[in-house]
């Protein structure tokens, strides 16, 4: 698979490990490379179309490190748009979360174990709405609603009206 077929590369030196995020990723984006080597990390970079890069790793020294390794070896060619997000365990949350706040990082996932599939699958939905490289596709109130018709018709029609009410206030700006 080419660097243009998806816009989500998946770095992991253990992949076997990683099979659960990668999965979830999978049934829920279709093609996904995947790759193990630093340089075919730097040929991704160096491919014009934009990315998101996760890379997994034992810790997030690991995942940066592969990183801003692989971000060193292509300097001499210009490297796409992209993010980066790291794949950390619960333990390394702090780190992870001090290195986005540093901008070392633009996201991380909390994988190991894999608690939140859906937080995942929404932080992935909204950098590619950010790269540009998908829109925000939304379904209607009447559709999450006869989806889900568990809700009692007074909830639909405070939706309704709210939906309504939002749509002024932001006409409104």
Do not use: W
């Amino acid at each position: 698979m080419s660097f243009k077929a998806s816009p989500l590369v998946f770095f992991s030196h253990d992949l076997k490990q990683d099979a659960p995020i990668l999965e979830l990723l999978q049934e829920h984006f279709g093609q996904i490379k995947v790759i193990s080597e630093l340089k075919r990390v730097c040929e991704a970079l160096s491919s014009p179309s934009p990315k998101i890069f996760l890379f997994a790793g034992d810790t997030l020294a690991v995942s940066i490190a592969a990183y801003y390794k692989s971000l060193d070896a292509c300097s001499k060619n210009s490297t796409c748009e992209h993010k980066v997000v790291t794949l950390v365990s619960k333990s390394q949350e702090k780190l992870a979360f001090d290195a986005f706040k540093g901008g070392v990082i633009d996201e991380f996932l909390i994988f190991r174990p894999l608690h939140e599939p859906y937080r995942a699958i929404l932080v992935i939905e909204q950098l590619l709405i950010g790269l540009g490289i998908k829109t925000l596709a939304t379904k209607s109130e009447q559709e999450f609603l006869k989806q889900n018709n568990k809700y009692p018709s007074e909830l639909n029609q405070l939706v309704e009206k709210g939906k309504q009410r939002k749509a002024e206030c932001n006409a409104a700006f």
